[in-house]
């Protein structure tokens, strides 16, 4: 395939044999992809257990392996960001490193492209399962199936893209990116946050100008033991995230029709917020718990809680009418309650 054009994959790995021996399952996946004009881009975050060693065993074999050590700076966002800049490829394929594709994937998403000029992003079908087999969903694109047989070509501008997404996701995208598109807004991002990369993909969708599907597989793990499972302070990085969100998607005037959902999901991020907050109050030092309330005052105070509570009926309605009334008062319930799984407020 050296007439077809090359095709960057970029993977990141963080102490990926520590946590499920993910770099020879990731590279045995990729190098047996059926389009061959690849480079890999793997890119280590500052690992600490034996992964760059891994890593290299599998460059030795493959000339088309790519590998990168940079230091660990505790957020994704960086790592990908990395990768995103050292792509040479005329696309480019993002590429968790604990999940899997079939093997023509890559192939299949490029000839979607062929088919369908006017695409800038080809997703495959995703199948979102758990590490013990049970399917939680899939999708195509915009819609759900019932298994991953029932494929029929999908295709949304990048405006109903990222509007799919304001509350909740209703557009599935993981895939192969023209690179001008996926260039075009950095996983950098302005500050470091724990999903910045929600925000920086949601700006490459917008630049595309139409987003397609295909009937490859791309399978994504859900692990119950992975470190983004566990409680952590920079958890309180999504009750942020929200605030940024809601003001893009009021400046891209997509926030009004899907308000309900933005709001009600904040208000759930914001209660996981608080409980994070005194969970890990003693923990941290008098600057950065000043940090942080202030970081939950300024969600507590966008939040629409006309919209919140209209979502309510009964007792629940009551319930979260009286702890949405003052910040002092949520904050000091859910002192109370920060030793209780972090969870949604009832409903």
């Known amino acids: 395939m050296q007439d077809f054009p090359l095709i960057s994959v970029i993977t990141t790995f963080y102490n990926s044999v520590q946590l499920g021996d993910f770099v020879k399952t990731s590279m045995n996946c990729l190098l047996n992809q059926t389009y061959t004009n690849i480079e890999f881009i793997c890119v280590n975050d500052g690992s600490t257990d034996s992964t760059l060693e891994d890593l290299e065993y599998f460059a030795k074999q493959d000339a088309r392996i790519k590998i990168y050590t940079k230091e660990n700076q505790k957020y994704a966002q960086y790592s990908k960001a990395y990768g995103q800049e050292k792509a040479k490829g005329e696309f480019i394929f993002l590429f968790d490193h604990d999940d899997l594709i079939d093997s023509n994937t890559i192939e299949k ?21 758990t590490t013990t087999g049970d399917i939680k969903y899939i999708t195509n694109l915009d819609i759900y199936l019932e298994n991953t047989t029932e494929f029929t070509f999908r295709k949304l501008s990048g405006k109903e893209a990222i509007g799919k997404t304001v509350g909740k996701y209703d557009a599935h995208i993981r895939g192969l990116y023209r690179k001008e598109v996926f260039k075009s807004f950095s996983f950098r991002f302005t500050e470091p946050l724990l999903n910045a990369d929600e925000i920086a993909e949601r700006m490459i969708f ?57 709001e009600l999901t904040a208000y759930r991020n914001f209660v996981n917020g608080l409980k994070t907050y005194h969970f890990f109050s003693k923990k941290l030092s008098p600057d950065e718990l000043s940090f942080q309330k202030k970081r939950l005052l300024e969600s507590y105070s966008e939040l629409d809680k006309k919209n919140i509570i209209s979502q309510f009926s009964g007792i629940p309605k009551l319930y979260n009418s009286i702890l949405l009334s003052s910040f002092s008062l949520i904050s000091f319930f859910y002192k ?6 972090l969870k949604s407020p009832d409903k």
Do not use: M, W
């Not at 302070?233 to 926030?255: A, P």
């Open 336 to 341: 109370f309650k920060k030793q209780s799984t």
């Open 206 to 262: 917008e630049n595309a100008k139409f987003i397609g599907s295909c009937n490859a597989v791309y399978t994504h793990f859900i692990h119950p033991d992975s470190s983004a499972k566990l409680p952590s302070v920079k958890k309180i990085d999504i009750v942020r995230t929200d605030v940024l969100l809601r003001n893009i998607f009021k400046e891209k005037n997509i926030y009004e029709n899907r308000k309900f959902f933005f």
């Open 109 to 129: 998403c490029y000839n979607t492209f062929l088919e369908h000029p006017e695409l800038d992003i080809v997703t495959p079908i995703i199948k979102t399962q």
